[in-house]
């Protein structure tokens, strides 16, 4: 009966053509949490962001990766510095670009969830515990990757190559796939508005995460937002 | 062996259960767990000995090794990383969790298996009878109601097979309406039968002020030193569960309290309870009998 069910098992998971892989063992030399000297100036970037975040009142809906469409809707309506944004953007890496014509791609990734512990007095010291004491979960600058790799590619490669725990789920209405937990800081454990967002360049882009297609230079933010 | 504890006072076989059931349904300690089970599993064994095996070999171990399966592929919180599944994690602590929340499962339903077989309907009544009436024969009615109707229905198509209306003859169709002429007369049998209980238990009386019912049940000295060892145990389960004992935080990383002299009593304490049927009846077995 054991033996039955954990064939079953397997056979299920070739014919859904699951991808099964050990985690990566020699990046242990690598801290989970590698602050880099650029911290400073990144934080100010992150508080630039929520303050975006903030004003255009998108705190309070719980949009992390995956942008329903219906807000995609208000996105793109809304606030009518998102468009310009959305064509300013390629005009930035443009102007970069001869700068790093020759260059392979690089882009910079920061994990954070400094957005709890600006709400500390809100949460159970239970609930504290599993945040990281500054609440940068991860950061780095300089990650290469490939042409056509997405904000999602990214995200992935880095958490697994780090131990960094991390978990989705596609939501095949939106073609993209929804962060519920990084670090096994879970979407609506802190508030019920609670989750992730992520942002390129201090923009939330209007679409999700695994259809965001990187340009080299590009800063991804993961944020974790309290909401209200 | 004799089920002496059956033979209790129903208040103790009530409040014995009562408390096993809780426990077990919300202690998620693996020491607790495992005791609970063990016990559980012991004395359904002991009461109903080769059904129980089979129901626990046939039905629970399969459960419980399916929802241990099931869950790490389901939750991806934890720590440890065991390995990716289409870039998921499969965490050990999700693993972990799966396999307690699957024996807490098989627990609860071995000790409910228990419960059934010693809590029948006429303590049931005798308990309740006079509090709450109605509802406790509608409990004691609907505890019967399967039961009842699987007997039914083989009385049924024994008879209807007699007169060459079985399920197992004829064409599809002419086997089809045979089976709905035995469900409507099954149904039209427990309509009348439900009318029949109800006039029958009014008739008597059943609920009104004043009225006492039979019964054979006495509190004797015996059952009331029982009820204190119970009380005993319950509350220095009570006292391990306010202090913090059984705690446990299995997301993102498993944290369990170390074992103290105080938890030690405490999981002596439910190692007993979960026992105490087994215990109760050696001890009475031998009172009586002078062995086993």
């Known amino acids: 009966m054991k033996y039955k069910i954990l064939s079953i098992l397997c056979v299920l998971c070739l014919l859904t053509g699951c991808k099964v892989e050990l985690p990566p063992q020699s990046a242990a030399s690598s801290l989970p949490q590698t602050v880099s000297s650029s911290a400073v100036s990144s934080a100010q970037d992150e508080s630039a962001l929520s303050s975006i975040v903030s004003s255009q009142g998108m705190a309070s ?101 780090n131990h960094i725990q991390m978990e989705y789920v596609a939501s095949p209405v939106y073609q993209t796939n929804y962060i519920k937990g990084i670090d096994n800081i879970y979407e609506k454990s802190f508030g019920s508005n609670s989750g992730w967002m992520f942002a390129v360049n201090g923009k939330q882009p209007p679409v999700g995460s695994s259809s965001y297609k990187l340009k080299s230079g590009d800063k991804i933010q993961w944020l974790y937002v309290c909401g209200q | 062996m004799t ?32 005791i609970s089970l063990l016990g559980g599993f012991a004395y359904s064994v002991a009461l109903n000995s080769k059904r129980a095996l089979l129901f626990s070999l046939q039905f629970l171990l399969p459960v419980l090794l399916v929802m241990a399966v099931v869950n790490p592929l389901l939750n991806h919180a934890g720590r440890t990383i065991l390995l990716y599944i289409n870039d998921n994690p499969i965490t050990l602590e999700a693993c972990v969790y799966g396999l307690a929340a699957a ?80 469900l409507s007369m099954l149904t039209t049998w427990a309509l009348e039968n439900g009318i029949t209980t109800a006039d029958s238990m009014r008739a008597r009386g059943y609920g009104l002020p004043g009225r006492t019912s039979f019964h054979l049940y006495q509190f004797d000295s015996r059952d009331k030193s029982i009820l204190i060892i119970l009380f005993v145990l319950i509350l220095t389960i009570f006292f391990g569960f306010f202090t913090g004992e059984n705690n446990i ?14 938890s030690v009593i405490v999981y002596a304490a439910y190692f007993l309870l979960s026992a105490f049927p087994l215990l109760i009846n050696a001890v009475l077995e031998v009172k009586y009998h002078g062995s086993f």
């Open chain 1, 61 to 161: 809906s719980v949009i992390s990766s995956s942008v329903s469409s219906k807000k995609t809707d208000t996105v793109t309506s809304k606030p009518t510095s998102s468009k310009p944004a959305a064509s300013q953007s390629p005009a930035a890496s443009k102007a970069a670009a001869p700068a790093e014509q020759s260059k392979e791609r690089n882009c910079t990734l920061l994990i954070s969830c400094s957005d709890i512990l600006k709400n500390k007095d809100k949460f159970s010291a239970d609930q504290l515990s599993i945040v990281p004491e500054n609440g940068l979960i991860y950061e780095k600058s300089s990650i290469p990757f490939q042409d056509g790799d997405t904000v999602f590619d990214v995200l992935v490669r880095e958490t697994k190559a």
């Open chain 2, 3 to 34: 089920d002496y504890f059956g033979r209790l006072h129903p208040a103790i076989n009530f409040i014995y259960f009562a408390a096993m059931i809780l426990f077990s349904m919300f202690f998620m300690h693996p020491v607790f767990l495992v």
């Open chain 2, 103 to 182: 024996v807490m499962f098989t627990s609860v339903l071995l000790w409910f298996s228990c419960s059934n077989a010693v809590m029948t309907s006429d303590k049931l009544t005798y308990l309740f009878g006079r509090i709450i009436p109605s509802l406790s024969l509608i409990f004691s009615m609907v505890l019967r109601f399967v039961p009842r109707f699987k007997a039914q229905i083989t009385v049924i198509s024994n008879a209807q097979k007699c007169i060459g209306r079985g399920v197992d003859e004829g064409s599809i169709l002419t086997r089809a309406k045979n089976g709905i002429t035995i």
């Open chain 2, 249 to 262: 935080r299995y997301f993102p990383s498993i944290i369990i309290r170390p074992v103290t002299l105080g």
